[in-house]
């Protein structure tokens, strides 16, 4: 992955054409894409699986394309999102699931396995084993769910090795994408954000919903933004709720 990132630089550098096998891969957000949740897998147990089993009421869904043996890329998405999901007050398995899918077919769950042993006890956090799955499937399985996010990959078969886009997807607890979050590493905030805005709602605290009204994704910048007119109304709107609850309590102390 390190020499294609390098060629691809290179090329973009000196104002070339960009090499034949980068031209098919990337990310092309499809908010509002229905999955196929009837896809079969193949989870780390070495169990046959149905993605829908880890749809649940209320529970907005975090998915990461990658494979386990990539030498570069993948790492770094999981593990900038293991350091994100480390700085978030909720859980995977409670508040929301974390779903990982290998995009390469010769991947098995012995391999699944030891990657979720290995995060599992970096993340820390007390039944997250039944949160954080790592799947494998058919090369079919993995190119349906891959086009059903937009998500765009090629096999290199000179190095032997995927060349792909890094990012998470973040899905409704119905199975829609909601929001698509470019990266490799994303802030406490952005993951809080998403869910919220995944979940509509359900996850979360009125305050969380107030920082979603504030904040918007700027798909440009990668991340929440706050919209300064957004917080001037939620502001003004603090405000008038704050005076009427003042003027109600001064009413209430002249009563008694």
């Given at each position: 992955?390190?020499?294609?990132?390098?060629?691809?630089s290179?090329?973009?550098?000196?104002?070339?054409?960009t090499?034949?096998m980068?031209?098919?891969?990337?990310?092309d957000?499809?908010?509002?894409?229905v999955?196929?949740?009837?896809?079969e897998?193949?989870?780390?147990?070495?169990?046959?699986?149905?993605l829908?089993?880890?749809?649940?009421e209320?529970?907005?869904v975090?998915?990461?394309?990658?494979?386990?043996?990539?030498?570069?890329?993948?790492t770094?998405?999981?593990?900038?999102?293991?350091?994100g999901?480390?700085?978030?007050?909720w859980?995977?398995?409670?508040?929301f699931?974390?779903?990982?899918?290998?995009?390469?077919?010769?991947?098995?769950?012995?391999?699944a396995?030891?990657?979720?042993?290995?995060?599992l006890?970096?993340?820390?956090?007390s039944g997250?084993e039944?949160?954080?799955?790592f799947?494998?499937?058919t090369?079919?399985?993995v190119r349906?769910?891959?086009?059903a996010v937009?998500?765009?990959?090629?096999?290199?078969?000179e190095i032997?090795?995927?060349?792909?886009?890094?990012?998470?997807f973040?899905?409704t607890?119905d199975?829609?994408?909601?929001?698509?979050?470019?990266?490799?590493q994303?802030?406490?905030?952005?993951?809080?954000?998403?869910?919220?805005?995944?979940?509509e709602?359900?996850v979360?605290?009125i305050?969380?919903?107030?920082l979603?009204?504030c904040?918007?994704?700027d798909?440009?910048a990668?991340?929440?933004?706050?919209?300064?007119?957004?917080?001037?109304?939620?502001?003004g709107?603090?405000?008038?709720?704050?005076l009427?609850?003042?003027?109600?309590r001064?009413g209430r102390k002249?009563?008694?």
């Amino acid at each position: 992955m390190a020499l294609i990132l390098a060629l691809l630089s290179a090329s973009l550098l000196a104002a070339e054409p960009t090499p034949a096998m980068l031209q098919n891969v990337g990310i092309d957000p499809k908010l509002g894409t229905v999955f196929p949740l009837e896809l079969e897998f193949t989870d780390e147990a070495g169990e046959t699986v149905t993605l829908g089993k880890y749809f649940k009421e209320n529970k907005p869904v975090i998915l990461e394309l990658v494979y386990y043996g990539c030498p570069n890329l993948c790492t770094y998405l999981l593990n900038g999102t293991l350091e994100g999901l480390k700085g978030l007050k909720w859980s995977a398995g409670r508040e929301f699931e974390m779903v990982a899918v290998s995009i390469d077919p010769n991947e098995t769950p012995d391999l699944a396995s030891t990657k979720k042993a290995n995060y599992l006890k970096e993340y820390g956090r007390s039944g997250s084993e039944t949160g954080w799955h790592f799947l494998t499937a058919t090369e079919a399985n993995v190119r349906q769910l891959a086009d059903a996010v937009g998500f765009r990959y090629q096999y290199d078969p000179e190095i032997k090795q995927y060349a792909h886009a890094a990012g998470l997807f973040v899905l409704t607890p119905d199975g829609k994408l909601a929001r698509t979050l470019f990266g490799i590493q994303f802030s406490p905030r952005d993951l809080r954000l998403a869910l919220v805005e995944a979940s509509e709602g359900k996850v979360g605290t009125i305050v969380d919903r107030l920082l979603l009204f504030c904040y918007g994704y700027d798909p440009k910048a990668n991340k929440y933004v706050l919209f300064a007119s957004n917080a001037m109304k939620a502001g003004g709107a603090a405000t008038i709720f704050a005076l009427s609850f003042l003027v109600y309590r001064l009413g209430r102390k002249r009563k008694t």
